[in-house]
Structures are given as structure tokens and as C-alpha cells.
């Protein structure tokens, strides 16, 4: 069957160090992948897009790598801040490679970076 | 340049009572998507939606669902007969028409929150 897993449910780490988040998935093939960030009572915001053929991303202290071997995708946060604490959500394009962002969402990380 | 709108924001009602749901994408974008987030559990894609026409609606329950996007005013997400396991967040995306890259990201409203009792 198929399967979007994110790592762990909460994540909690000091201010300052990076934050590592995993998302697995099986019997899919995306032809991107997508990292989204949520807030309490809020809608998803987008963050990063990779595509099949694309090792990683980077966007100021975010960096996103995608292994379609493993069908593994590691988001990082690096010097991570308080503001950082959302909620963070793995979508994989699961429309078939058709023309629209048909999206599948993981369950998604709770981050809480610590002062 | 605004982005996506929602309304109501919150929404109550009864069982068997309807529920409409209102979403107006981003300027200039002609596709719309929404989701339903249960408590607990992460966003579902319900249907994806172009001007007057319905795409996929793969995600959609059988029955009770519908969906629009006409050609003038927002696109509607109705629930007919809501019952209690409707209660949910009910997000709504658009994007733009153009550009592979443009049309895979996703820009998400606040969300309506549906609450059935």
C-alpha cells in the first residue's frame, strides 16, 4: 500500500543547532517532492520544492535533499530559532506526472525550538 | 496582492443541515484545490478544480460532496446532510496556470473550520 511517513511526530531541540526532519515514503513515484510549514490555526505555507532528478535545495538556512533510491527527502534547519516551531509538512506530487500539483501530505513534525 | 480567501473562517451546525464553504484563489490563479484536515490526522486532498471544470475529484466522499468553481465568484465546497463526522478544517490552494513549477506550488487559505453537532 502506499505510505508518506514522517519520522516522529515532535521534534524538540535547543536554539541554535539543526533540525533534521524525515519523510519516507512507499509505492510512490513523485515527481517532486514539497516541504510545507504550518502554524496553529493556520493554512500551510510553502517553503521548498525538488524534483525527481534534483539532490538538494537550498533557500537561506533551509535545505531540503531528495533520494528516490532510498524514497527518502531530509528537510534541515540549520541555526535553528524559537520562530522556527511549527508544525512541518512533507507533500509528494502524486497526480501521476499529469499537468496539476495533485499533492499527498505526510502527517507532519511538530518543531519546538527551545530558547 | 491578496491571498487566498476563506469564509466563514468557522462554521457551526446542526446534523442534516447544509454546509457551504467559500474559497477565492489568488489573483491571476485558475486552478483550486481543497483538503480536509481531520483532528489528528494530515490534510487529505478532497478535489482539484479549473474554471468551471472539475479535474479530479478522486479525494471526494461519494455522497453529500459537491464542488464548484463557476466561471464569475469564488469556488464552493458544499456538504449536504453534514453529519458529525464532518467536523474538520477545510482548506482550500490555488495556483497560478502557467510554468511547471508555478502550477506544483500551492498557496493555502486560512482554512474554514467546520464544527457539526
Known amino acids: 500500500s502506499q505510505k508518506i511517513e514522517q519520522n516522529s511526530e515532535a521534534l524538540n531541540i535547543q536554539e541554535g543547532k539543526t533540525a533534521t526532519l524525515t519523510c519516507n515514503y512507499t509505492?510512490?513515484?513523485?515527481?517532486?517532492l514539497q516541504w510545507y510549514r504550518q502554524d496553529p490555526g493556520r493554512g500551510p505555507v510553502f517553503l521548498l520544492l525538488?524534483?525527481?532528478?534534483?539532490k538538494e535545495k537550498r533557500k537561506e538556512r533551509l535545505k531540503v535533499t531528495f533520494d528516490t533510491t532510498l524514497k527518502q527527502s531530509l528537510f534541515h534547519i540549520t541555526a535553528s530559532q524559537p520562530a522556527d516551531s511549527a508544525t512541518y509538512l512533507c507533500?509528494?506530487?502524486?497526480?501521476?506526472?499529469?499537468?496539476?500539483?495533485?499533492?499527498?501530505f505526510g502527517q507532519g513534525t511538530i518543531l519546538t525550538v527551545h530558547p | 496582492n491578496a491571498g487566498v480567501m476563506q469564509n466563514p473562517r468557522h462554521l457551526v451546525r446542526r446534523r442534516g443541515q447544509e454546509a457551504r464553504l467559500r474559497c477565492s484563489p489568488m489573483?491571476?490563479?485558475?486552478?483550486v484545490y481543497w483538503y480536509r484536515q481531520l483532528p489528528e490526522e494530515g490534510l487529505k486532498f478532497m478535489v482539484y478544480?479549473?474554471?468551471?471544470?472539475?479535474?479530479?475529484e478522486s479525494g471526494m466522499p461519494k455522497e453529500r460532496f459537491s464542488a464548484e468553481f463557476p466561471k464569475e465568484g469564488p469556488s464552493i465546497l458544499r456538504i449536504q446532510q453534514v453529519v458529525r463526522g464532518d467536523s474538520a478544517a477545510y482548506f482550500c490552494?490555488?495556483?497560478?496556470?502557467?510554468?511547471?513549477?508555478?502550477?506544483?506550488?500551492?498557496?493555502f487559505g486560512p482554512g474554514t473550520r467546520l464544527l457539526v453537532l
Open positions: 509505492n510512490y513515484s513523485p515527481a517532486y
Open positions: 525538488i524534483r525527481e532528478n534534483e
Open positions: 478544480l479549473q474554471k468551471e471544470n472539475i479535474i479530479d
Open positions: 490552494a490555488s495556483s497560478p496556470a502557467d510554468g511547471d513549477t508555478d502550477k506544483a506550488t500551492q498557496y
Open positions: 489573483k491571476g490563479h485558475s486552478h
Open positions: 507533500a509528494l506530487e502524486t497526480a501521476g506526472g499529469t499537468s496539476y500539483g495533485k499533492l499527498t
